[in-house]
Protein backbone atom coordinates (compact mmCIF):
# COMPACT_ATOMS: atom_id res chain seq x y z
CA UNK A 1 0.00 0.00 0.00
CA UNK A 2 0.92 3.62 -0.68
CA UNK A 3 0.16 7.27 0.04
CA UNK A 4 -0.15 10.04 -2.19
CA UNK A 5 1.04 13.47 -0.13
CA UNK A 6 0.61 16.58 -1.74
CA UNK A 7 2.71 19.58 -0.80
CA UNK A 8 1.10 22.90 -2.19
CA UNK A 9 3.94 25.09 -0.65
CA UNK A 10 4.62 28.78 -1.10
CA UNK A 11 6.78 29.06 -4.57
CA UNK A 12 5.61 25.08 -5.53
CA UNK A 13 4.07 21.84 -5.05
CA UNK A 14 5.80 18.69 -4.21
CA UNK A 15 3.96 15.60 -4.96
CA UNK A 16 5.25 12.50 -3.12
CA UNK A 17 4.60 8.72 -2.93
CA UNK A 18 5.15 6.79 0.24
CA UNK A 19 5.05 3.36 1.03
CA UNK A 20 3.75 1.70 3.65
CA UNK A 21 7.50 1.43 5.19
CA UNK A 22 7.68 5.29 5.33
CA UNK A 23 10.12 5.12 2.06
CA UNK A 24 9.67 7.49 -0.75
CA UNK A 25 8.96 5.77 -3.74
CA UNK A 26 8.53 8.66 -6.06
CA UNK A 27 8.53 12.66 -6.05
CA UNK A 28 8.02 15.69 -8.30
CA UNK A 29 8.06 19.05 -8.10
CA UNK A 30 6.21 21.70 -9.87
CA UNK A 31 7.06 25.69 -9.62
CA UNK A 32 4.41 27.70 -10.04
CA UNK A 33 4.89 32.32 -10.31
CA UNK A 34 4.73 34.94 -7.87
CA UNK A 35 3.62 38.30 -8.29
CA UNK A 36 4.52 40.90 -6.22
CA UNK A 37 2.48 44.04 -7.76
CA UNK A 38 3.65 46.44 -4.56
CA UNK A 39 6.31 46.77 -2.26
CA UNK A 40 5.46 44.38 0.46
CA UNK A 41 2.69 42.30 -1.24
CA UNK A 42 2.98 38.85 -2.39
CA UNK A 43 0.38 37.25 -4.18
CA UNK A 44 -0.70 34.09 -6.06
CA UNK A 45 -2.88 33.07 -8.54
CA UNK A 46 -5.07 29.64 -6.96
CA UNK A 47 -5.05 28.26 -10.48
CA UNK A 48 -1.44 28.49 -11.13
CA UNK A 49 -0.98 26.02 -7.54
CA UNK A 50 -3.65 24.03 -9.02
CA UNK A 51 -2.52 23.41 -12.42
CA UNK A 52 1.16 22.85 -10.65
CA UNK A 53 -0.37 20.46 -8.63
CA UNK A 54 -1.91 18.38 -11.07
CA UNK A 55 1.23 18.37 -12.79
CA UNK A 56 3.72 17.74 -9.93
CA UNK A 57 1.37 14.40 -9.06
CA UNK A 58 0.61 12.92 -12.52
CA UNK A 59 4.94 13.26 -12.70
CA UNK A 60 5.32 11.48 -9.33
CA UNK A 61 2.07 8.62 -9.88
CA UNK A 62 3.69 7.86 -13.27
CA UNK A 63 6.93 7.11 -11.39
CA UNK A 64 4.99 5.16 -8.97
CA UNK A 65 4.82 1.13 -9.21
CA UNK A 66 1.50 0.96 -8.25
CA UNK A 67 -1.52 3.45 -7.52
CA UNK A 68 -1.70 4.63 -4.28
CA UNK A 69 -4.96 4.11 -1.50
CA UNK A 70 -5.43 7.23 -0.20
CA UNK A 71 -4.60 10.97 -0.45
CA UNK A 72 -3.04 13.69 2.27
CA UNK A 73 -2.12 17.10 1.40
CA UNK A 74 -0.96 19.92 3.30
CA UNK A 75 -0.37 23.55 2.29
CA UNK A 76 1.44 27.25 3.01
CA UNK A 77 -0.98 28.38 6.00
CA UNK A 78 -2.78 31.71 6.39
CA UNK A 79 -2.78 33.02 2.43
CA UNK A 80 -6.48 33.81 1.58
CA UNK A 81 -8.01 32.77 -1.15
CA UNK A 82 -11.53 33.37 -2.54
CA UNK A 83 -13.07 31.14 -5.31
CA UNK A 84 -16.79 30.67 -6.98
CA UNK A 85 -18.56 28.10 -4.85
CA UNK A 86 -20.05 26.20 -8.41
CA UNK A 87 -17.26 27.06 -10.87
CA UNK A 88 -14.21 26.83 -8.53
CA UNK A 89 -13.06 29.63 -10.29
CA UNK A 90 -10.79 32.67 -8.30
CA UNK A 91 -12.29 36.34 -8.70
CA UNK A 92 -8.73 37.55 -7.67
CA UNK A 93 -5.46 36.67 -6.89
CA UNK A 94 -4.77 34.99 -3.06
CA UNK A 95 -3.11 36.97 -0.50
CA UNK A 96 0.03 35.27 0.29
CA UNK A 97 0.92 35.01 4.09
CA UNK A 98 4.17 36.80 3.08
CA UNK A 99 2.07 39.89 2.40
CA UNK A 100 2.77 42.67 4.52
CA UNK A 101 -0.22 45.20 3.02
CA UNK A 102 -2.31 44.68 6.20
CA UNK A 103 -0.38 46.30 8.70
CA UNK A 104 -2.09 49.27 9.03
CA UNK A 105 -5.39 47.33 9.88
CA UNK A 106 -3.62 45.24 12.58
CA UNK A 107 -2.16 48.90 13.70
CA UNK A 108 -5.51 50.25 14.07
CA UNK A 109 -7.04 47.46 15.59
CA UNK A 110 -4.61 47.34 18.12
CA UNK A 111 -5.21 51.01 19.22
CA UNK A 112 -8.82 50.21 19.66
CA UNK A 113 -7.71 47.44 22.09
CA UNK A 114 -8.87 44.38 20.60
CA UNK A 115 -5.10 42.60 20.53
CA UNK A 116 -6.01 41.18 24.01
CA UNK A 117 -8.89 39.84 23.31
CA UNK A 118 -8.02 38.33 19.77
CA UNK A 119 -4.87 36.95 20.94
CA UNK A 120 -7.23 35.22 24.42
CA UNK A 121 -8.93 33.48 21.81
CA UNK A 122 -7.25 32.36 19.06
CA UNK A 123 -3.65 32.27 20.56
CA UNK A 124 -1.98 34.74 17.90
CA UNK A 125 -1.50 38.22 17.56
CA UNK A 126 -3.12 41.13 15.25
CA UNK A 127 -0.25 40.84 12.59
CA UNK A 128 -0.05 40.61 8.78
CA UNK A 129 0.82 37.61 9.06
CA UNK A 130 -2.53 35.71 9.75
CA UNK A 131 -5.73 35.47 7.54
CA UNK A 132 -8.76 37.51 8.74
CA UNK A 133 -7.00 41.30 8.21
CA UNK A 134 -6.76 39.88 4.47
CA UNK A 135 -9.88 39.49 4.76
CA UNK A 136 -10.43 42.38 5.91
CA UNK A 137 -8.72 44.71 3.19
CA UNK A 138 -10.00 43.06 -0.01
CA UNK A 139 -13.54 43.85 1.23
CA UNK A 140 -12.49 47.32 1.36
CA UNK A 141 -10.54 47.32 -1.65
CA UNK A 142 -12.12 44.53 -4.17
CA UNK A 143 -15.59 45.68 -3.64
CA UNK A 144 -16.59 43.54 -6.66
CA UNK A 145 -15.31 40.24 -5.10
CA UNK A 146 -16.15 40.96 -1.67
CA UNK A 147 -19.91 41.00 -2.81
CA UNK A 148 -19.60 37.34 -4.52
CA UNK A 149 -18.57 36.59 -0.75
CA UNK A 150 -21.56 38.55 1.30
CA UNK A 151 -24.19 37.39 -1.70
CA UNK A 152 -22.80 33.71 -1.03
CA UNK A 153 -21.38 33.03 -5.03
CA UNK A 154 -18.17 32.75 -3.70
CA UNK A 155 -16.56 31.23 -0.57
CA UNK A 156 -13.40 32.13 0.98
CA UNK A 157 -10.83 30.22 3.00
CA UNK A 158 -6.91 28.77 3.01
CA UNK A 159 -4.82 27.07 0.58
CA UNK A 160 -5.64 23.48 1.86
CA UNK A 161 -9.61 24.16 1.55
CA UNK A 162 -9.32 25.26 -2.10
CA UNK A 163 -7.52 22.25 -3.25
CA UNK A 164 -9.55 20.26 -1.70
CA UNK A 165 -12.62 22.19 -3.57
CA UNK A 166 -10.78 21.53 -6.86
CA UNK A 167 -9.78 17.80 -5.98
CA UNK A 168 -13.39 16.91 -4.74
CA UNK A 169 -14.55 19.00 -8.01
CA UNK A 170 -16.75 21.38 -5.64
CA UNK A 171 -18.26 18.64 -3.44
CA UNK A 172 -16.23 19.34 -0.32
CA UNK A 173 -15.83 22.81 1.49
CA UNK A 174 -13.87 22.10 4.32
CA UNK A 175 -10.79 22.94 6.61
CA UNK A 176 -9.05 21.18 9.53
CA UNK A 177 -8.35 22.69 12.86
CA UNK A 178 -4.26 23.19 12.12
CA UNK A 179 -5.56 25.48 9.37
CA UNK A 180 -8.31 27.46 10.65
CA UNK A 181 -5.98 28.51 13.84
CA UNK A 182 -3.86 30.34 11.71
CA UNK A 183 -6.89 32.71 10.52
CA UNK A 184 -7.61 34.83 14.04
CA UNK A 185 -10.87 33.79 13.53
CA UNK A 186 -10.99 30.18 15.19
CA UNK A 187 -11.10 29.52 19.08
CA UNK A 188 -8.18 27.42 20.24
CA UNK A 189 -10.66 26.69 23.26
CA UNK A 190 -14.31 26.09 21.57
CA UNK A 191 -12.62 24.49 18.49
CA UNK A 192 -14.67 26.14 15.83
CA UNK A 193 -15.33 29.79 14.31
CA UNK A 194 -15.58 32.52 16.34
CA UNK A 195 -18.55 34.97 15.48
CA UNK A 196 -17.22 37.50 17.84
CA UNK A 197 -14.13 37.61 15.77
CA UNK A 198 -16.20 37.16 12.42
CA UNK A 199 -17.75 40.13 13.45
CA UNK A 200 -15.05 42.27 14.34
CA UNK A 201 -12.72 41.63 10.96
CA UNK A 202 -16.04 41.45 8.90
CA UNK A 203 -15.95 38.17 7.65
CA UNK A 204 -19.03 36.12 6.74
CA UNK A 205 -19.43 33.21 8.67
CA UNK A 206 -21.10 31.53 6.04
CA UNK A 207 -18.22 31.48 3.54
CA UNK A 208 -16.06 30.11 6.10
CA UNK A 209 -15.56 26.22 5.51
CA UNK A 210 -16.28 23.51 7.88
CA UNK A 211 -14.02 22.52 10.14
CA UNK A 212 -12.91 18.56 10.51
CA UNK A 213 -9.99 16.61 12.02
CA UNK A 214 -6.84 16.07 10.49
CA UNK A 215 -7.76 12.25 9.94
CA UNK A 216 -10.29 10.67 8.91
CA UNK A 217 -12.07 10.29 5.29
CA UNK A 218 -12.48 14.34 4.82
CA UNK A 219 -14.11 13.58 1.24
CA UNK A 220 -13.29 12.05 -2.54
CA UNK A 221 -11.02 13.04 -5.31
CA UNK A 222 -13.78 13.27 -8.39
CA UNK A 223 -12.11 11.40 -11.58
CA UNK A 224 -13.36 13.67 -13.77
CA UNK A 225 -11.21 16.80 -11.98
CA UNK A 226 -8.44 14.63 -10.38
CA UNK A 227 -6.33 12.62 -13.39
CA UNK A 228 -9.10 10.17 -13.79
CA UNK A 229 -8.41 9.00 -10.08
CA UNK A 230 -11.19 8.09 -7.32
CA UNK A 231 -9.99 8.30 -3.67
CA UNK A 232 -10.26 8.88 -0.65
CA UNK A 233 -8.52 12.27 0.98
CA UNK A 234 -7.57 11.10 4.33
CA UNK A 235 -5.37 13.39 5.92
CA UNK A 236 -4.65 17.28 5.81
CA UNK A 237 -2.94 19.86 7.90
CA UNK A 238 -1.27 23.23 7.35
CA UNK A 239 2.84 22.75 6.51
CA UNK A 240 4.41 22.69 9.48
CA UNK A 241 1.84 21.17 11.98
CA UNK A 242 2.65 18.60 8.74
CA UNK A 243 6.22 18.60 9.22
CA UNK A 244 5.78 18.67 13.37
CA UNK A 245 3.74 15.15 12.51
CA UNK A 246 6.02 13.77 9.93
CA UNK A 247 9.10 13.96 12.29
CA UNK A 248 7.36 12.10 14.37
CA UNK A 249 6.96 14.69 17.29
CA UNK A 250 4.32 12.90 18.92
CA UNK A 251 5.61 13.62 22.41
CA UNK A 252 4.88 16.48 25.27
CA UNK A 253 8.15 18.83 24.70
CA UNK A 254 9.07 17.42 21.17
CA UNK A 255 10.33 20.17 18.80
CA UNK A 256 11.31 20.51 14.78
CA UNK A 257 12.52 23.32 12.87
CA UNK A 258 11.75 23.38 9.23
CA UNK A 259 14.04 25.33 7.10
CA UNK A 260 12.02 26.68 4.46
CA UNK A 261 10.97 29.86 2.81
CA UNK A 262 10.82 31.21 6.20
CA UNK A 263 12.05 28.56 8.98
CA UNK A 264 9.39 27.82 12.08
CA UNK A 265 9.55 26.67 14.95
CA UNK A 266 6.96 24.22 16.88
CA UNK A 267 6.89 22.70 20.29
CA UNK A 268 4.77 19.88 21.04
CA UNK A 269 2.51 20.65 24.64
CA UNK A 270 0.18 18.35 24.64
CA UNK A 271 -3.60 19.08 25.21
CA UNK A 272 -2.69 21.88 27.00
CA UNK A 273 -2.79 25.29 25.53
CA UNK A 274 0.27 26.85 26.12
CA UNK A 275 0.55 30.65 26.30
CA UNK A 276 3.84 32.50 25.61
CA UNK A 277 4.75 36.05 26.80
CA UNK A 278 8.07 36.08 24.63
CA UNK A 279 6.67 36.12 21.53
CA UNK A 280 5.79 32.88 20.41
CA UNK A 281 2.07 31.72 19.38
CA UNK A 282 -0.21 28.98 20.43
CA UNK A 283 -1.86 27.05 17.71
CA UNK A 284 -3.36 23.85 16.72
CA UNK A 285 -0.99 20.96 16.15
CA UNK A 286 -3.55 18.59 14.94
CA UNK A 287 -7.11 16.70 15.95
CA UNK A 288 -8.49 13.18 16.17
CA UNK A 289 -11.81 11.73 14.50
CA UNK A 290 -12.74 11.38 18.50
CA UNK A 291 -12.24 15.12 19.07
CA UNK A 292 -9.27 15.36 21.03
CA UNK A 293 -6.75 18.14 19.97
CA UNK A 294 -3.02 18.58 20.36
CA UNK A 295 -1.67 21.75 20.90
CA UNK A 296 1.88 23.29 20.09
CA UNK A 297 4.22 26.23 20.85
CA UNK A 298 5.91 28.00 17.30
CA UNK A 299 7.98 30.46 16.79
CA UNK A 300 7.75 31.59 13.10
CA UNK A 301 10.39 33.36 11.41
CA UNK A 302 9.48 34.95 7.70
CA UNK A 303 12.25 34.67 5.70
CA UNK A 304 15.18 31.97 5.70
CA UNK A 305 15.55 30.08 3.26
CA UNK A 306 14.06 33.08 0.77
CA UNK A 307 17.18 35.21 1.84
CA UNK A 308 19.15 32.33 0.24
CA UNK A 309 16.92 32.47 -3.30
CA UNK A 310 17.52 36.68 -2.85
CA UNK A 311 21.66 36.06 -3.23
CA UNK A 312 20.23 33.71 -5.54
CA UNK A 313 17.92 35.55 -7.68
CA UNK A 314 18.05 39.27 -6.24
CA UNK A 315 21.89 39.50 -6.44
CA UNK A 316 22.91 36.72 -8.59
CA UNK A 317 25.82 35.94 -6.34
CA UNK A 318 24.90 31.90 -6.46
CA UNK A 319 23.22 30.13 -8.97
CA UNK A 320 21.45 27.72 -6.57
CA UNK A 321 20.76 27.32 -3.79
CA UNK A 322 22.99 24.47 -2.55
CA UNK A 323 26.17 26.67 -4.17
CA UNK A 324 25.26 28.37 -0.89
CA UNK A 325 27.46 25.60 1.24
CA UNK A 326 29.98 25.29 -1.28
CA UNK A 327 30.62 29.29 -1.57
CA UNK A 328 30.39 30.11 2.40
CA UNK A 329 33.13 27.34 2.75
CA UNK A 330 35.55 28.91 1.14
CA UNK A 331 36.05 31.93 3.60
CA UNK A 332 36.68 30.90 7.34
CA UNK A 333 33.90 33.57 9.17
CA UNK A 334 31.36 36.09 7.62
CA UNK A 335 34.32 38.56 7.96
CA UNK A 336 32.20 40.52 10.28
CA UNK A 337 29.35 41.07 7.81
CA UNK A 338 25.98 40.78 9.26
CA UNK A 339 22.56 40.29 7.28
CA UNK A 340 19.36 40.75 8.94
CA UNK A 341 17.37 38.94 6.48
CA UNK A 342 13.64 41.21 7.40
CA UNK A 343 12.74 41.38 3.69
CA UNK A 344 9.27 40.76 4.46
CA UNK A 345 9.41 42.58 7.84
CA UNK A 346 10.23 40.61 11.38
CA UNK A 347 8.45 37.62 12.63
CA UNK A 348 9.45 35.99 15.82
CA UNK A 349 9.87 36.86 18.80
CA UNK A 350 10.16 40.63 18.00
CA UNK A 351 6.81 40.92 15.29
CA UNK A 352 7.67 44.31 13.59
CA UNK A 353 6.36 44.14 9.61
CA UNK A 354 7.79 47.58 9.27
CA UNK A 355 11.63 46.33 9.51
CA UNK A 356 13.64 46.07 6.37
CA UNK A 357 17.13 43.96 5.77
CA UNK A 358 19.97 44.91 7.08
CA UNK A 359 23.63 44.58 5.50
CA UNK A 360 26.62 45.51 8.33
CA UNK A 361 29.95 45.43 8.61
CA UNK A 362 30.93 45.63 4.75
CA UNK A 363 34.32 46.43 3.90
CA UNK A 364 36.36 46.92 0.57
CA UNK A 365 37.35 43.41 2.08
CA UNK A 366 34.37 41.77 1.65
CA UNK A 367 33.51 39.29 -0.74
CA UNK A 368 30.35 37.21 -2.40
CA UNK A 369 31.59 34.47 -0.28
CA UNK A 370 31.31 36.88 3.08
CA UNK A 371 27.76 38.07 2.09
CA UNK A 372 26.80 34.34 1.35
CA UNK A 373 28.42 32.78 4.81
CA UNK A 374 26.57 36.24 6.73
CA UNK A 375 23.26 34.86 5.34
CA UNK A 376 23.73 31.42 6.46
CA UNK A 377 24.23 32.34 9.88
CA UNK A 378 21.70 34.69 10.29
CA UNK A 379 19.35 32.10 9.45
CA UNK A 380 20.97 30.21 12.38
CA UNK A 381 20.61 33.23 14.54
CA UNK A 382 17.22 33.97 13.63
CA UNK A 383 16.66 30.24 15.10
CA UNK A 384 18.64 30.88 17.82
CA UNK A 385 16.69 34.06 18.82
CA UNK A 386 13.37 31.95 19.11
CA UNK A 387 14.66 28.70 20.66
CA UNK A 388 15.67 31.09 23.70
CA UNK A 389 12.20 32.24 24.42
CA UNK A 390 11.21 28.25 24.89
CA UNK A 391 11.85 25.87 27.52
CA UNK A 392 14.77 23.62 27.51
CA UNK A 393 14.87 22.04 24.35
CA UNK A 394 16.82 18.74 24.63
CA UNK A 395 17.75 18.35 20.77
CA UNK A 396 16.32 19.85 17.78
CA UNK A 397 14.90 17.70 15.10
CA UNK A 398 15.46 19.73 11.13
CA UNK A 399 13.68 19.50 8.22
CA UNK A 400 13.01 21.27 4.62
CA UNK A 401 15.72 22.07 1.85
CA UNK A 402 17.76 24.49 3.65
CA UNK A 403 18.27 21.76 6.12
CA UNK A 404 20.77 19.51 3.55
CA UNK A 405 23.34 22.37 4.19
CA UNK A 406 25.91 20.52 6.37
CA UNK A 407 27.75 24.13 7.07
CA UNK A 408 24.58 25.46 8.61
CA UNK A 409 23.07 22.66 10.59
CA UNK A 410 26.55 22.44 11.98
CA UNK A 411 26.33 26.01 12.89
CA UNK A 412 22.97 25.83 14.06
CA UNK A 413 23.95 23.04 16.73
CA UNK A 414 27.00 25.71 17.64
CA UNK A 415 24.70 28.59 17.93
CA UNK A 416 21.73 26.48 20.02
CA UNK A 417 24.32 24.38 22.62
CA UNK A 418 22.23 21.32 21.33
CA UNK A 419 22.43 18.45 19.09
CA UNK A 420 20.10 18.79 15.61
CA UNK A 421 18.78 15.68 14.27
CA UNK A 422 18.72 15.56 10.29
CA UNK A 423 16.22 12.60 9.02
CA UNK A 424 16.87 10.58 6.51
CA UNK A 425 13.23 11.97 4.28
CA UNK A 426 13.28 15.87 5.00
CA UNK A 427 10.55 17.02 3.06
CA UNK A 428 9.23 16.07 6.35
CA UNK A 429 5.95 18.32 5.19
CA UNK A 430 4.68 15.70 2.65
CA UNK A 431 5.46 12.63 4.46
CA UNK A 432 3.52 14.17 7.55
CA UNK A 433 0.69 14.46 4.95
CA UNK A 434 0.89 11.24 4.04
CA UNK A 435 1.54 10.03 7.72
CA UNK A 436 -1.87 11.83 8.68
CA UNK A 437 -3.44 10.14 5.27
CA UNK A 438 -2.09 6.79 5.95
CA UNK A 439 -3.19 7.30 10.13
CA UNK A 440 -6.80 8.20 8.27
CA UNK A 441 -6.92 5.20 5.85
CA UNK A 442 -5.66 2.24 7.79
CA UNK A 443 -2.22 2.05 6.24
CA UNK A 444 -0.87 2.51 9.67
CA UNK A 445 -2.90 1.60 12.69
CA UNK A 446 -1.25 3.95 15.34
CA UNK A 447 2.19 7.18 16.29
CA UNK A 448 3.30 4.10 17.67
CA UNK A 449 4.09 2.07 13.86
CA UNK A 450 4.51 5.56 12.45
CA UNK A 451 7.90 6.17 14.57
CA UNK A 452 9.41 3.29 13.38
CA UNK A 453 9.61 4.62 10.28
CA UNK A 454 11.43 7.61 10.90
CA UNK A 455 15.35 7.67 9.96
CA UNK A 456 18.15 9.57 11.13
CA UNK A 457 20.57 10.69 8.81
CA UNK A 458 22.99 12.69 10.82
CA UNK A 459 23.27 14.37 14.25
CA UNK A 460 25.35 17.14 14.35
CA UNK A 461 26.49 17.66 18.11
CA UNK A 462 27.47 21.32 19.24
CA UNK A 463 31.00 22.86 19.01
CA UNK A 464 32.45 26.21 20.51
CA UNK A 465 29.61 28.71 20.31
CA UNK A 466 30.73 32.05 18.61
CA UNK A 467 28.36 34.55 20.98
CA UNK A 468 30.06 37.58 20.04
CA UNK A 469 28.78 37.28 16.71
CA UNK A 470 25.22 36.37 17.84
CA UNK A 471 25.48 39.90 19.99
CA UNK A 472 26.46 41.56 16.90
CA UNK A 473 23.52 40.17 15.25
CA UNK A 474 21.15 41.45 18.12
CA UNK A 475 22.45 44.81 17.43
CA UNK A 476 22.11 44.64 14.02
CA UNK A 477 18.56 43.58 14.22
CA UNK A 478 17.76 46.35 16.88
CA UNK A 479 18.91 48.74 14.43
CA UNK A 480 16.69 47.17 11.76
CA UNK A 481 13.39 47.25 13.97
CA UNK A 482 11.04 50.10 14.05
CA UNK A 483 10.53 48.94 17.69
CA UNK A 484 14.29 48.29 18.48
Not at 337 to 344: C, E, I, K, N
Not at 430 to 435: H, I, K, S, T, Y
Request: with cysteine.
Amino acid sequence: MSVLAIDAGTTGVTALVVTDEGRVESRAYQEFPQHFPHPGWVEHTPEEIWQATLAACRTALDAASAAPTCVGLTNQRETAVLWDRRTLAAPRRAIVWQDRRTAEICARLREAGHEPRVSELTGLRLDPYFTATKLTWLAAHDPRAWESVTSGESVVGTVDAYLIARLTAGARHVTDPSNASRTLLYGLASGTWEEELCELFGVPSHALPEIVPNHGEIGRTAPEAFLGLDLPITGMAGDQQAALFGQTCFGEGEVKCTYGTGSFLLVNTGSEIVRSDAGLLSTVAWQTPSGERTYAVEGAIFVTGAAVQWLRDGLGLIHTAPESEAVARTVPDSGGVVFVPALTGLGAPHWDPDARGTITGITRGTTRAHLVRATLEAIAFEVRDVVETMPEVAALKADGGASSNDLLMQFQADQLGIAVERPVVQETTALGAAFLAGLGSGVWGSTEELRKTWRLDRRFEPGERDDAAYERWRDAVSRSSTRG
